[in-house]
């Protein structure tokens, strides 16, 4: 088996992971670290198929045996379609909120593993110190319209999973590299509102080119990254003394120092210790297929 052949096998073991088969053009971009053509991809492909590793139906590519991943996909795609619709709706509620820069789907709705259970997680990217303003008007938004995930009930609602600095947006730091979980997350990450975030949280993770060389960057229509009216007022010095004067109300304070310091940091504590869970998760499983296919 050649190593183009075995790139092949690891890149649908993944996608198996998430009930999902691909397609040629798929397969080819989130080819596992290496290079090659598509008629080179689709040579590998034929090879595979014909020695049994592989099936193909409806132009789409699974591990032998795992069929049902294809029977399962006319439900899924409709579900898919619902979902994205709703976040259409809501980026245009998200581009008037102050400091928010970026704001991308992730998880299982980008790489079109979402179910009936699954929420929609959101990856944001704030203004240069504006993390804690930017998240408090998100999640503000998403309460209003009843569509924040809670304990509850997630299934199709909004999670704000990440909310980043665009000043600090190096994701190897927050364990993203060197594990294919974290890795196929930030290459599906789908922009549905930017004012060049996407740019700069690209040129912050270059590491992703080494993983996938294929990998081609999502066009995005980018959109002026001025201030908006309301981000103007709350810079403005009436609107700082505005902000001010709520957070010296006594009752307030309280509230706010609990929520920045405490709540905050036992989230983003939390964050981290599922996405690390996850990330084990997967890379056994993923490891288990791998070893049974690859030889």
């Not at 989230?267 to 996850?278: A, S």
């Amino acid at each position: 088996m050649t190593r183009l052949e075995k790139s092949i096998l690891k890149t649908l073991a993944f996608f198996d992971l998430n009930q999902r088969a691909l397609e040629l053009d798929e397969i080819w971009q989130f080819l596992y670290r290496t290079r090659a053509s598509k008629i080179q991809v689709l040579i590998g492909l034929q090879n595979l198929e014909k020695n049994g590793k592989i099936s193909k139906k409806n132009e789409k590519y699974f591990l032998a045996g795992r069929g049902r991943v294809v029977v399962a996909e006319p439900e899924k795609e409709k579900l898919l379609v619902e979902r994205w619709k709703k976040v259409e709706r809501f980026s245009k509620i998200f581009r008037h909120l102050p400091f928010v820069q970026n704001v991308s789907v992730i998880g299982s709705l980008a790489t079109g593993a979402s179910s009936e259970g699954s929420d929609i997680n959101l990856f944001i990217i704030a203004r240069k110190h504006r993390t804690w303003l930017a998240k408090i008007f998100v999640m503000i938004t998403l309460e209003i319209f009843g569509q924040n995930k809670n304990r509850w009930y997630r299934a199709g609602k909004f999670s704000v999973d990440y909310v980043l600095d665009e000043g600090d947006l190096d994701l190897a730091k927050r364990q993203f590299k060197k594990d294919n979980y974290s890795t196929y997350a930030l290459a599906n990450l789908t922009p549905v509102l930017d004012r060049g975030g996407y740019k700069k949280l690209l040129a912050a993770n270059l590491w992703i080119q080494r993983e996938f060389p294929n990998w081609q960057i999502k066009e995005v229509n980018s959109t002026s990254s001025c201030y908006t009216p309301l981000e103007k007022f709350i810079l403005s010095k009436f609107g700082q003394a505005v902000w001010d004067l709520i957070k010296k109300l006594k009752r307030v304070k309280i509230w706010w120092d609990y929520f920045k310091n405490k709540s905050h940091e036992a989230e983003q504590k939390l964050i981290k210790y599922r996405i690390e869970v996850k990330r084990r998760e997967y890379h056994h499983k993923w490891h288990k297929i791998v070893e049974k296919i690859v030889r």
